[in-house]
């Protein structure tokens, strides 16, 4: 049975479903994000591609992805951010130094050449999380970070710069 489903592209303020900020507590921040087309989905794309770490020297991701700054100053891709929806992807375990976690949407490894898509706060020191991203049926993007030895999960709030 086909179902459609709609492929995801994120837009800075446009206003439209929002991007999700939270964990197991309610969401603290908002961005955009926009549905712009439809597919069908099939065996073949029940599955997001897999997205190297690292990528050679002078070569980009072949489509968006969304996924976070690393501390080395790179893109750290989690998923791709046109797919079949709902989707969503984990990486960890993660260690951050600090308390702060740069979202970002774009096809460059290096960090500092990709779209911002907000900057957010934990209370307390990250150490070694999972970082967790899903796309919702209505097109909502949300992050989580969950603490690898307690399991629990890490509230965030949106920081006043992207």
Same mark, same amino acid.
């Given at each position: 049975?086909? +179902?459609?489903?709609? @492929?995801?592209?994120?837009?800075? !303020?446009?206003?439209?479903? #929002?991007?999700?900020?939270?964990?197991?507590? *309610?969401? %603290?921040?908002?961005?955009?994000?926009?549905?712009?087309? $439809?597919?069908?989905?099939?065996?073949?794309?029940?599955?997001? &591609?897999?997205?190297? +770490?690292?990528?050679?020297? #002078?070569?980009?991701? &072949?489509?968006?992805?969304?996924?976070?700054?690393?501390?080395?100053?790179?893109?750290?891709?989690? =998923?791709? %951010?046109? @797919? *079949? =929806? *709902?989707? #969503?992807?984990?990486? !960890? &375990? =993660?260690?951050?130094?600090?308390?702060?976690?740069?979202?970002? +949407? #774009?096809?460059? &490894?290096? %960090? /500092?050449?990709?779209?911002?898509?907000?900057?957010?706060?934990? $209370?307390?020191?990250? %150490?070694?999380?999972?970082?967790?991203?899903?796309?919702?049926?209505? !097109? /909502?993007?949300? @992050?989580?970070?969950?603490?690898?030895?307690?399991?629990? !999960?890490?509230?965030?709030?949106?920081?006043?710069? *992207?």
């Amino acid at each position: 049975m086909k +179902r459609t489903t709609m @492929l995801l592209a994120t837009a800075l !303020g446009l206003l439209s479903a #929002g991007l999700l900020i939270g964990c197991s507590e *309610p969401p %603290a921040a908002d961005l955009s994000v926009i549905v712009t087309d $439809q597919i069908q989905a099939s065996p073949a794309s029940t599955s997001p &591609p897999s997205l190297p +770490r690292h990528l050679p020297e #002078g070569e980009t991701y &072949p489509q968006d992805v969304i996924g976070f700054e690393a501390s080395d100053g790179t893109l750290y891709p989690v =998923i791709p %951010a046109i @797919l *079949p =929806i *709902p989707r #969503g992807g984990s990486v !960890g &375990p =993660i260690n951050f130094p600090g308390k702060t976690i740069r979202v970002l +949407r #774009g096809k460059d &490894p290096k %960090a /500092a050449n990709n779209e911002a898509l907000g900057t957010f706060a934990a $209370q307390e020191d990250l %150490a070694e999380v999972t970082v967790s991203f899903a796309i919702s049926e209505d !097109g /909502a993007l949300s @992050l989580s970070l969950e603490d690898i030895q307690s399991k629990r !999960g890490i509230p965030l709030s949106r920081s006043q710069e *992207p």
